[in-house]
C-alpha cells in the first residue's frame, strides 16, 4: 500500500509519497510563481496544476509506484479562484497575501460590529486576508469578471475539482473565508448579502477530511498510475499538521514556528465565543480548533540574524547559547506589530537593559526567549478560555533549536515535544488518506502507530520575575508610545 500527502503551500507546493506505514520514501516539491503589483498577488493556477502533475509523475516513476490507494489535500485556505460556467479558471488565482482590498475591509468592518464578526465567523477582525473582502473588490472593480462567474471557490477546493471532478468546499477552509458560520455550519446569510452573491454561486459545504471521489481517469494514466486512487479533500495545513503530530485530542497544542508562530489547540465544546482567540471549524465533525497566531514569531530572529550576524549559522548560534548563563536582557518581540494575544499593530520591538559586555550572541537569546514569553502568554490566553495545554509539539524550523524548544518549556511550564517526523502537514495528509482507505480505523490510532517523538524538552526554571519584567516592560512601551 502506498499514500500520498499534497501540501498546498504558499512558497511550494509539494507532494510526500508514503508507504503503508507511513514511512516517508520520497517527496517533491516546486516554487509557486506569483505576479506581484501594486499590493496584487496572483498566480496562474492552471499552470499550478500542470507543475502539479508533472511533480507526481516524477515521484511516482522515480519510485515504481503504479498503485496509490489514497491521496489526500492539504495548504493554505484563503486563495480565491473565479470559475466560470465550465468550472475553468476565469484570470489569476488571487493569494490570500494579495492586500488590494483594504477600503472593501473599512466597508464590511463598518456594516459589520467586530463582536458580530467574531460571533459567527470565529475571526477576530476583517483583514484583506479574507476572501470576502477581495470578493467585494471584484464586485467594485472588475463587474464584468464579478458577474461572469459562476462560483467562486478556495485554492485546495479547485484543485480536489479538478482531481476528482468534484465540486466541494471544506469546511475547515471556508472557516477562513469570512462568509461561513462555524457555529451553524452553513453560510452567513448577511455577508452574502453584503457581497451580492447567494449559496448558489459557492460550492457545497462537506465536513473535512471527507473523501471527494477517485482520481480521474485520464489523471492517473498521466502519472502513471492504474484505476481507483481515492482522494481525500483533506483539511488545512495547520490542522494537518496537528493530525501529524498526534494533537487530536484536547490537551495537546501544536506549535509551529517558521516566519510566523502558529499555536493550534482543539478546543473544549461547546467552543466558547468571543473569547478573544481566533477559533476555527476543525478537522473533525463538529469540533472546533483555536488558533492564536504571532506574526513577529520566527521572523524576528530572522530579522536579528540577518541585520546583526550574516555570518554566523543557526547551528553556532545555538552551540553558542548553550554555553551562555541569562544576559539578563529583554526584547519585546514585536517587530511587525503584535496581534495574538495583545492585537497591537502599532506595537514595536525594544531591546531593554543593554550594557557593554553585551553581544550579537546575548541578544539572539533575548529575542529567542522574548517569543518564548509570547507563547506563554498566548497558552495562558487559551486556559483563560477554557482550553487545556499539557503538551506542546513543535514542529517548523523552530523545533530544530534546542535552545528555543528549552525556552518554550520553561518559559510555559509544559513538556515540549519535537517528533521524528519533521514534514507534520505532508505527514497528516497522508494519515487522511490512509484512513479514507481504511488502513486505521481514526486518526487517533494512526498517531499510536507512526507518530514517534524524538526528544522531550522537560520544564525548568520558569523566569517568573523576568517574565512579570517583560509583561511590564510592554505596558511602559505604550505609555511611551501613547502619552496621555
Known sequence: MAFLGIDLGTTNLKAALYDENLKLLDSESFAVPYLRENGFVEFDVDTCFENLLDMLGTLFRRQGITRLHAMALTGQAETLILLDSHDRPIGNAISWMDERSQAECAALGERFAPEDVEGVTGQLS???????????????????????????VLLKDYIALRLTGRLMADMSIATFSLWFD??????????????????????????????????????????????????????????????????????????????????????????????????????????????????????????????????TDYDTLNAELLQRSDSGLLFLPNIVGTNAPA?????????????????????????????????????????????????????????????????????????????????????GAAIIAATCAGRFADFEGAAKECIHMERTYVPGDRREEKYLRFRKLYQACLSVARPS
Open 343 to 427: 492585537f497591537d499593530q502599532d506595537a514595536t520591538g525594544v531591546f531593554w537593559g543593554l550594557r557593554q559586555h553585551h553581544d550579537a550572541i546575548d541578544m539572539a537569546g533575548a529575542v529567542m526567549e522574548g517569543v518564548s514569553f509570547v507563547l506563554r502568554e498566548n497558552c495562558e490566553a487559551l486556559a483563560a478560555s477554557g482550553a487545556t495545554v499539557s503538551e506542546i509539539i513543535a514542529t517548523g524550523g523552530g523545533a530544530k533549536s534546542p535552545v528555543w524548544c528549552q525556552l518554550h518549556a520553561d518559559c510555559t511550564g509544559v513538556p515540549v515535544s519535537v517528533p521524528r517526523e519533521k514534514d507534520a502537514a505532508c505527514l
Open 126 to 152: 476583517v483583514l484583506p486576508t479574507w476572501p470576502a473582502t477581495k470578493l467585494m473588490w471584484l464586485r467594485r472593480n472588475r463587474p464584468d469578471d464579478f458577474m461572469r462567474a459562476k462560483t467562486f
Open 182 to 311: 462555524i457555529y451553524k455550519k452553513r453560510y452567513w446569510p448577511e455577508m452574502l448579502e453584503a457581497l451580492g452573491i447567494n449559496e448558489s454561486r459557492l460550492a457545497p459545504l462537506c465536513e473535512p477530511c471527507a473523501l471527494a471521489g477517485e482520481l480521474l481517469p485520464g489523471l492517473a494514466a498521466r502519472v502513471g498510475l492504474e484505476p481507483g486512487t481515492l482522494v481525500s479533500v483533506g483539511t488545512l495545513d495547520h490542522f494537518a499538521g496537528m493530525i501529524g503530530t498526534g494533537a487530536t485530542r484536547v490537551g495537546r497544542l501544536t506549535l509551529s514556528t517558521g516566519t510566523v508562530m502558529a499555536l493550534a489547540t482543539m478546543s473544549t465544546e461547546p467552543a466558547p465565543r468571543h473569547s478573544g482567540i481566533a477559533m476555527h471549524y476543525g478537522f473533525l465533525p463538529d469540533t472546533h480548533v483555536m488558533l492564536p497566531v504571532v506574526e513577529s514569531g520566527g521572523v524576528s530572529l530572522e530579522w536579528f540574524k540577518r541585520c546583526c550576524l550574516p555570518d
